[in-house]
C-alpha cells in the first residue's frame, strides 16, 4: 500500500509560480513512477507529467514542457512539482499518483492522493 498527501496549491496570478508536494508514504519501489494529474471543472482529468522513483527519468505533456519541472527528493520521500508562468488555464485539481506499470494514465495509476487546488487568475 502507498499513501499520498499533494500540498502547495493556492491562488496565483497568471504568470506566477507555485510548488506543489506529494509525500509518499508505504513501499515504494525504485521501479515505480510517480506522475501529476489535473482535472479542470468539467473536464476529464489529464496526465501533466511524471517521473520514475529512481528519479532519472521524467515525462511532460506538452502543455506544459518547458514550464513545469518534476523532480524527487529521496531523502523525504516526496515528489515536487515546480509551476512557472501559470496561466490561467492550468487551473485544475492536481493530484499526485503512483503507477507500477510503465504506461502512464489515469486507467493504469494504483494510488491516488485526494488533489490540491491550483486557481490561476488572470
Known amino acids: 500500500q502507498v499513501q499520498l498527501v499533494e500540498s502547495g496549491g493556492g491562488l496565483v496570478q497568471a504568470g506566477g509560480s507555485l510548488r506543489l508536494s506529494c509525500a509518499a508514504s508505504?513501499?515504494?519501489?525504485?521501479?515505480?513512477?510517480m506522475a501529476w494529474f489535473r482535472q479542470a471543472p468539467g473536464k476529464e482529468r489529464e496526465f501533466v507529467a511524471a517521473?520514475?522513483?529512481?528519479?532519472?527519468?521524467?515525462y511532460y505533456a506538452d502543455a506544459v514542457k518547458g514550464r513545469f519541472t518534476i523532480s524527487l527528493d529521496n531523502a523525504k520521500n516526496t515528489v515536487y512539482l515546480q509551476m512557472n508562468s501559470l496561466k490561467s488555464e492550468d487551473t485544475a485539481n492536481y493530484y499526485c499518483?503512483?503507477?507500477?506499470?510503465?504506461?502512464?494514465?489515469?486507467?493504469?495509476?494504483?494510488?491516488w492522493g485526494k488533489g490540491t487546488l491550483v486557481t490561476v487568475s488572470s
Open positions: 499518483a503512483v503507477t507500477t506499470t510503465t504506461i502512464l494514465a489515469v486507467r493504469t495509476m494504483d494510488y
Open positions: 517521473l520514475r522513483w529512481n528519479g532519472y527519468t521524467t
Open positions: 508505504g513501499r515504494i519501489f525504485s521501479s515505480y513512477y
